[in-house]
């Protein structure tokens, strides 16, 4: 008999195609009722969430004994045909004419049909994907990272792949991974005791990337619009649910940009890929809806249906004063808003997302463009309502005198930064761009309240797992 190569995503989605039809699924076991003559196995072949049904009776098949006991994960080659299901639960099962045996996962597999703790689960990342939950989290992820690629290549965007290792701090704030080849021994010191990096392989010394935004910028002049995604490290020893010291950045510049169309931008993109991630993934999103945050669907159509609203940070600092809300840290002009602030901001005033713009120029980087009160930076955070802070951006500061003004005032080696220099003195323009944290995107989209369960490998203080 022909069997067709079939998958259960086709099964769900196209069942007319299939229904009656002699097919072939190879996948693994999530599920094993065994009921005397008559056993109902659980497939799943990774192309979909929902599992196909399959059933396996005694009459039909010489290796019965064998399929009964079938535990969870393993791996078998199904070939039967798919009829509509005579029981309640789903509409279509495959009726098994053979089932070979392809492995036997051994019975200490941890992953069982059983509660199990984010924390359990975090200490075997390889193993985690196979439950309802993660793989549910990592097709989202994978979802949003080509609805992020769609956006900007739809938009004639230039993808540039900015480098991981670099000489450069693009944030100023020091917390950097330093690479090198030296051992300790290695090291050779100048009269003052300063480490002569010469001997270094690079030439000098190297770090992880803390953003790809100083390289990418290079490229506006040739291609106008640009964007880079990639991978972005921070030293710094926070254990909280929101910060990991390896993640992924998205972080598009435009020429001829100001802050307002940086922030139409950013509305713009937001919009899309949550949109493209509902519609093509509407069992996960059921799933996280219905198990993991029971009004994430409620949140989400608020950001799709509502424009995002505007405020500067100096409007924002007298909302939180008059709020009567009391706060763990006092709004006061001058210091970074807070998550709690945030929150308040987005959830309770604005209830939609909002933009806040405008920041003193202390507190944001070097490279925001100065306003002319001379106190506040083209700077802007995208608050959403159930997290706080998901997009921070500026416009760029494109005048070479502030810039380095700006620099001196952050106690920053203007030759650490050469070829961003060199952007001002041959062929100045206004641009600008923001960056979005992709992880934090992910635990918006799936109501996920810890990083560490949106990374398939976090790496965090002390956890450097597989």
């Known amino acids: 008999m022909q069997y067709e190569s079939a998958r259960v995503k086709d099964m769900y989605r196209k069942p007319e195609t299939l229904l009656g039809k002699s097919v072939e699924v190879k996948g693994w076991i999530r599920g094993n009722r065994d009921q005397k003559d008559v056993a109902f196995l659980a497939l799943n072949d990774g192309t979909f969430y929902s599992n196909m049904q399959v059933v396996a009776k005694q009459a039909s098949l010489a290796n019965f004994d064998e399929i009964k006991r079938l535990s ?23 009726e098994a004419h053979e089932i070979i045996v392809e492995g036997f996962a051994d019975l200490t597999n941890p992953i069982q049909n059983k509660r199990m703790t984010m924390e ?110 990639g991978p972005t490290f921070r030293a710094e020893n926070s254990n909280t649910g929101r910060h990991a010291n390896e993640f992924w950045m998205i972080e598009p510049e435009i020429s001829f940009g100001d802050l307002e169309a940086d922030k139409a931008l ?13 519609e ?6 059921a799933f996280f809806n219905e198990w993991v945050d029971k009004g994430l669907l409620d949140r989400l159509r608020n950001v799709l249906d509502n424009d995002f609203a505007h405020i500067t940070y100096t409007e924002a600092i007298e909302i939180l004063k008059k709020s009567g809300k009391t706060f763990d840290y006092a709004p006061e002009w001058g210091i970074n808003l807070q998550t709690e602030h945030e929150r308040y901001l987005a959830e309770d005033y604005c209830k939609r997302p909002v933009f ?14 100065l306003n002319e009160d001379g106190k506040t930076v083209r700077a802007m955070d995208l608050l959403v309502p159930g997290i706080g802070e998901i997009i921070g951006g500026s416009q760029r500061e494109e005048r070479l005198d502030n810039l380095l003004a700006m620099m001196a005032a952050h106690g920053l080696d203007p ?52």
């Open 415 to 466: 030759a650490t930064y050469e070829g961003y220099l060199d952007l001002r003195r041959f062929g100045t323009f206004p641009h600008a761009g923001f960056g979005l944290g992709f992880e934090r995107a992910v635990m918006y989209l799936t109501g996920m309240k810890n990083i560490r369960d949106v990374i398939p490998y976090p790496r965090t203080p002390n956890n450097v797992i597989f």
């Open 266 to 278: 950013a509305e713009d993109m937001i919009k899309y890929i949550f949109n493209y991630v509902l």
């Open 356 to 369: 806040v713009t405008d920041y003193p120029k202390e507190i944001k980087a070097f490279y925001m463009r």
């Open 72 to 94: 969870l994960g393993s791996s078998v080659t199904v070939r039967g045909v798919m009829q509509a299901s005579e029981g309640k639960g789903q509409a279509h099962d495959i």
């Open 280 to 285: 093509r993934a509407p069992e996960e999103m």
């Open 120 to 229: 359990f689960l975090r200490e075997i990342p390889h193993m985690r994907v196979r439950t309802n939950t993660f793989m549910a989290v990592f097709r989202v992820r994978s979802l949003l990272a080509h609805a992020i690629h769609t956006f900007f290549q739809d938009r004639d965007f230039v993808y540039v792949h900015t480098p991981i290792i670099t000489s450069a701090d693009a944030e100023g704030a020091g917390e950097l991974f330093r690479v090198t080849t030296l051992e300790p021994n290695d090291y050779k010191t100048d009269a003052e005791g300063n480490v002569l990096w010469d001997r270094e392989l690079l030439g000098t010394r190297g770090y992880l990337t803390v953003s790809g935004q100083l390289n990418v910028e290079p490229f506006c002049p040739a291609f106008r619009n640009v964007y880079t995604f």
